[in-house]
């Protein structure tokens, strides 16, 4: 609509400039027309006519500006330009413009200025030369099916051409031909209110049932099903059309709701394999997993479909704070419903694809089954399918080229694979060909000054190789393309290789391949960001991590993630200057890593106690805080002995050494409300815990090593230190931990 208006308003600034001066021989043009006559050499065209311009020169673009001020200053050399007249009430840019462009020769005079010029020309311009709308026509014009822009911009260009009809009247039946033209029947009766029950009902929609046709498909589909989903007042719409190389799902919807109004799916066979989802605006290439249902998981079509139809289906609510909207029995019903419905339709998508390609496709990652159906199925020798069977890896790869490479070397570099693979060339050969190519695509990205600080980091490893270093990456990239199974993520596979592994410790099956690739690749990523690690202990580290990359995958309950789980080791490595070897025992090593770690963690919280309680840590020397005074400077009875724990730094290492949580006691040690003690009691070590209790003290706790229960000999020597401590008036009640059994 908007380009009809400006085509009406050239029209009438064109015929208000004849009015005015009769003689003036008037050319039409806007900031686009400029830009496309500059890019073409067609200027010289308009040198004997005045340009009556669309736009001010403050709302034109950066290339249509410069088209302008290029036509501007060779006018102005040839004398041959007099007067440039504009639509708007001022011309104050135009002016500023030509002002900056040259100092005379030029003469500038804008139309006759109003309340509103754009609207008063166009108007005064219909009112002579337009069409007459009879009374009737008021009433069928808001009942036109405006079902998208494109139909608004086509009845609006349709309206324009039926002012320079015949007679120039508008009438109810040109209405009807209007919509007609564009493949719809107009209602016959008069505009209604809205109902009572929804006030977001789109009223310019065609009556249920009533589909456009297909402008894009001259044969009839072979099968077409239709239904109907309806909660409340809303109701959606279903087709499905199916032809031999075809599938198209609409859903429609006959209220305003979150979504927009249309979803359509579109899966095409020929000229080549494409999957399409249009829900706004034009159409979108989709990925789909080749799935016959509606998969759990993964970016999927139909099931983003299902996703708008209970948008559409539910009405728009403001949902406030701490309201949940309640929950309907029917709705429920209706989705399961639409799901039967969508996952038929997905069925009878599927059933339109090659057997073949597709149960190859669908051992590859979700992301990747588009592109290799289509690869696949395009292929007549059935070579690309013995590649995709016998090395997945090269295929995988060769994905990554074209979807991360982004450059137009890349992208022939996956041309030249696929070829070379068709024509039956050894696979080492095309392989080759396409590492170079990732290769030199890793040397310009690390290069490139508008590739982030991070990722050039990451690459700036590899283009700062020596020739023979980087040949031995290649080769190694070469042989874990040749090892990568289905399983492995295409942008896995992308990254560099880790500095060693062992080729016998990649596994065969499908997940724990991928597992190990994925634990491999993230070492690379931290090695990358820690470059202080000698290359022997690089080597070390590596060769460990590539015999229990699938358990330590697995074993993430203290970490989740695999680039948090390398971290730590790493960092517990670095520390402690322990790196483990190849026959160094996952199970100790990791244990060892977790509670040097949560070392430093309990160290976090005593740091976040300290802080929260106004003490400090360290004094001004830097030397750790004492504790207050304990209630018993130490006991001794026989072989068994309480010594107090004076320090911040004597709690860390009786924590790391029993293995329990003591050092979150720090906090309360250094305001008094706790005091800690290490026994040696019958040959066995103990952590204690003492507390206040109005005037005197209580035993709060007392485990020993990895907080195991105590033993009756135990719990009678501590029951003889709480004696000694109510015999010395500083403590009168005992623990239930004491307790007989």
Not at 53 to 65: E, F, K, S, T, V
Not at 216 to 224: A, F, L, R
Request: positive net charge; glycine residues 8%.
């Amino acid at each position: 609509m908007q380009e009809a208006e400006n085509a009406l308003l050239l029209e009438a600034m064109a015929a208000e400039c004849l009015r005015l001066e009769p003689d003036t021989k008037i050319l039409l043009a806007d900031g686009a027309w400029l830009r496309d006559a500059h890019a073409s050499g067609r200027l010289p065209e308009i040198a004997q006519a005045d340009l009556l311009l669309l736009h001010q020169m403050d709302n034109l673009n950066g290339p249509a500006r410069g088209a302008m001020r290029f036509l501007v200053r060779e006018r102005i050399e040839r004398s041959l330009l007099t007067v440039l007249a504009f639509q708007a009430a001022t011309a104050e840019g135009l002016r500023r413009f030509c002002a900056r462009t040259c100092t005379s020769g030029l003469s500038v005079r804008g139309l006759p200025p109003g309340p509103s010029p754009r609207l008063g020309i166009s108007l005064g311009y219909l009112r002579i030369n337009g069409p007459r709308i009879d009374d009737t026509t008021h009433t069928t014009l808001t009942t036109v099916p405006w079902e998208c822009a494109a139909d608004i911009k086509a009845l609006g260009e349709r309206i324009l051409h039926a002012a320079y009809s015949p007679g120039r009247l508008m009438t109810p039946e040109k209405v009807a031909l209007l919509c007609r033209f564009l493949g719809r029947r107009a209602s016959e009766s008069t505009a209604s209110a809205p109902p009572r029950c929804c006030l977001n009902r789109l009223h310019h929609t065609l009556p249920r049932g009533q589909w456009p046709p297909a402008a894009d498909e001259s044969v009839p589909p072979t099968k077409t099903v239709t239904a109907e989903f309806r909660h409340t007042c809303a109701t959606v719409e279903l087709r499905q059309q199916i032809w031999p190389h075809r599938f198209l799902l609409e859903l429609r919807a006959d209220h305003v709701g979150r979504r927009p109004a249309r979803f359509e799916i579109d899966v095409t066979l020929q000229p080549q394999f494409a999957v399409k989802v249009r829900d706004s605006g034009g159409w979108t290439a989709h990925e789909w997993g080749l799935t016959a249902g509606l998969p759990i998981v993964g970016e999927d079509p139909f099931i983003n479909a299902r996703y708008w139809t209970y948008h559409a289906l539910v009405p728009v609510r403001p949902r406030r704070k701490g309201n949940r909207r309640p929950v309907d029995p029917g709705l429920g019903a209706t989705m399961r419903e639409v799901g039967a419905r969508l996952r038929e339709a997905a069925c009878s998508a599927v059933a339109l694809l090659d057997g073949n390609a597709r149960k190859i496709a669908l051992r590859y990652p979700n992301h990747m089954r588009v592109w290799l159906y289509r690869q696949l199925a395009a292929d007549t020798s059935g070579r690309l399918v013995q590649v995709a069977v016998a090395c997945p890896g090269a295929l995988t790869f060769a994905y990554g080229l074209g979807a991360f490479g982004r450059s137009p070397g890349s992208r022939l570099a996956v041309g030249r694979f696929l070829r070379g693979a068709i024509e039956g060339r050894p696979l080492n050969s095309i392989l080759d060909e396409a590492v170079t190519a990732w290769a030199a695509w890793a040397v310009r990205r690390a290069s490139n000054p508008r590739t982030p600080e991070g990722l050039r980091r990451y690459w700036q490893w590899f283009a700062e190789l020596q020739s023979a270093e980087r040949e031995s990456m290649q080769r190694a990239q070469r042989q874990l393309i040749r090892r990568a199974g289905f399983g492995v993520p295409s942008l896995t596979l992308w990254l560099p290789p880790p500095p060693a592994f062992a080729p016998e410790d990649i596994p065969t099956g499908k997940r724990p391949n991928a597992r190990w690739f994925r634990m491999m690749k993230c070492l690379r990523r931290v090695l990358v960001e820690r470059d202080d690690v000698s290359p022997d202990q690089v080597h070390d580290l590596c060769m460990f991590v590539s015999l229990h990359a699938v358990w330590l995958h697995r074993c993430d309950e203290a970490c989740p993630g695999d680039y948090a789980r390398i971290t730590r080791l790493l960092d517990y490595a670095r520390a402690l200057n322990v790196w483990p070897r190849r026959s160094t025992s996952a199970t100790r090593y990791v244990a060892a890593a977790d509670t040097w770690h949560d070392h430093f963690e309990e160290i976090r919280q005593v740091a976040q106690l300290a802080a929260e309680s106004g003490e400090r840590m360290v004094d001004a020397d830097g030397n750790p805080l004492p504790f207050p005074e304990p209630p018993c400077p130490g006991w001794r009875s026989g072989e068994d002995t309480l010594v107090p724990l004076r320090t911040v730094e004597e709690v860390l290492v009786e924590g790391n050494r029993m293995h329990n949580c003591i050092a979150s006691r720090v906090g309360e040690a250094l305001l008094s409300r706790a005091f800690l003690y290490h026994g040696e009691v019958g040959g066995k070590p103990l952590s204690i815990q003492i507390a206040r209790e109005g005037e005197g003290y209580r035993l709060v706790e007392a485990a020993g090593l990895s907080n195991a229960r105590l033993r009756a000999p135990q719990k009678r020597v501590l029951r003889e230190f709480l004696f000694h401590l109510r015999s010395s008036g500083k403590c009168r009640c005992s623990s239930p931990v004491l307790t007989e059994e």
